[in-house]
């Protein structure tokens, strides 16, 4: 009797759903709560290419790999390093002795970032953790001699973010994908040998809630074994309930399967996706790594980063804003002024980003820019340069008798009017605060 009420409660309880290795059954995955609702996370590019500081995180590739070199990485190194220098001999100088995952998670804390993707391995195949699959080439056995990515992931969670983590897929110069690639892809030595594997250890070792691929545009997917990979995150890796994914997995996938977009690097849509999608930019306008020369002019000022994530999240995006970090371990002061910037920014309007929907209308052009967001009942109006005039003319929101208009960090409400019955209004300004942004939100209860 007790087996044949087993057998029934069996076919009465709800079973999880079980993914399939293939793109129509993985791209129907709902995409976990946490990460729409997040909005605003910290990208961090840091590995050996660090060390030159020179050029882009592509430094190995523009010396040694593109045919011809770029000749000015050739004359740096001509100038700098004695004949015969070879780019591992890079690793030993990766020392991040001033590496503080406790100062750099109050640093990502304070900037109201909900979540934090590390570099755990770039195209340079070095991996900022004691990979078994990475011998004698990873940040454990050489250069800072320590777990990076275990130390900061255990920093950011112990302050409530989300931990994520960047995996290149392909390895510029590693033997076997060389042969992979020589042989038209119809080989997996690489894939079978070293990526699946690291990749398997990496997530049941570190539990990411974010796996940020990369590295993918030389090979279709099914080089990649994405789909079966995918489907063994989804259905049994150790974060198949949370982890997010993007949708770098093979040629031709970008913009089409996967978990969130990211379509190319700065991407930024004309209008509203269908399909959610996450911006990824770099303080730094020439370079997601250090580089030791770069100048105040070719950085992003704050008032730029506050207008790029408010046009994202209104558009139904998530902000992934990067910094470089320094050979030594460190986070260049420009760049924490920046992220603390943005911080003291989300802290009066953060209310009008984390856990909004894109509003009916995304913007529209009144004396100033105005970009929507909303949630619930609320709509919030964002400005993002200081309008002209005291008033400002908002003509999308239909209003009624019980519409309320306040700005966010002060509670009074504005005076309004009008501009057509039951449509548009003129709101009459205060004297707007400064902000580090210099971007206001006004709140609108009561509208449509």
């Known amino acids: 009797m007790a087996a044949v009420f ?17 793109w129509v059954s993985l791209d129907g995955r709902p995409l976990p709560s946490w990460y729409d609702e997040a909005k605003v996370g910290i990208f961090v590019h840091w590995g050996v290419f660090s060390v030159p500081g020179f050029g882009s995180e592509w430094f190995w590739w523009h010396w040694q790999g593109q045919q011809p070199p770029d000749p000015n990485y050739v004359s740096y190194m001509t100038k700098n390093y004695p004949p015969g220098f070879s780019y591992p001999e890079f690793a030993p100088h990766f020392h991040a002795q001033f590496f503080n995952p406790e100062e750099w998670a109050d640093i990502f804390r304070a900037s109201g970032a909900k979540y934090v993707v590390l570099t755990a391995k770039h195209h340079e195949g070095f991996t900022n953790w004691r990979s078994p699959y990475s011998w004698n080439w990873n940040s454990v056995d050489t250069g800072p001699y320590r777990d990076l990515v275990g130390d900061l992931g255990e920093a950011v969670r112990n302050r409530s973010l ?142 730029d980063i506050i207008d790029d994530l408010v046009r994202t999240v209104a558009l139904g995006g998530n902000y992934l804003l990067n910094v470089g970090p320094t050979a030594d371990g460190t986070i260049p002061p420009v760049f924490e002024e920046r992220l603390r910037g943005v911080g003291a920014w989300l802290e009066t309007n953060g209310e009008a980003i984390f856990a909004t929907k894109p509003w009916r209308v995304q913007m529209e052009n009144s004396t100033v820019s105005v970009w929507y967001t909303s949630k619930g009942a609320t709509v919030y109006a964002i400005i993002t340069a200081r309008p002209p005039t005291t008033t400002l003319k908002l003509l999308i929101p239909k209003t009624s008798a019980a519409t309320k208009v306040t700005l966010l960090g002060r509670p009074s409400p504005l005076p309004w009017a009008p501009v057509y019955p039951n449509a548009g209004l003129t709101v009459l300004l205060p004297d707007l605060p400064s902000t580090p942004g210099q971007a206001w939100t006004i709140k609108l209860d009561g509208v449509q």
């Not at 087993?6 to 293939?22: C, I, M, N």
């Not at 080989?187 to 993918?216: A, C, H």
Request: charge should be neutral; charged fraction near 25%.
């Open 6 to 22: 087993l057998l029934l409660l069996s076919f009465l309880l709800p079973t999880a759903a079980r993914y399939t290795p293939d």
């Open 162 to 303: 989300h931990y994520g983590l960047y995996n290149s897929l392909y390895e510029w110069f590693n033997p076997l994908y060389l042969d992979d690639k020589k042989n038209g892809f119809k080989t997996q030595q690489f894939v079978i040998q070293k990526l699946l594997p690291e990749l398997y250890n990496m997530v049941v070792r570190y539990r990411p809630e974010v796996i940020w691929s990369d590295g993918d545009w030389e090979a279709p997917d099914s080089y990649w074994n994405s789909t079966q990979f995918l489907a063994w995150l989804y259905n049994d890796s150790p974060v198949k309930d949370t982890v997010v994914t993007n949708d770098r997995w093979g040629a031709g996938c970008a913009c089409k399967h996967g978990g969130y977009y990211n379509c190319e690097d700065k991407y930024s849509p004309g209008q509203l996706p269908k399909h959610k999608w996450e911006k990824c930019t770099s303080v730094d306008t020439l370079s997601w790594g250090y580089r030791r020369n770069m100048k105040l002019k070719e950085l992003m000022d704050l008032p």
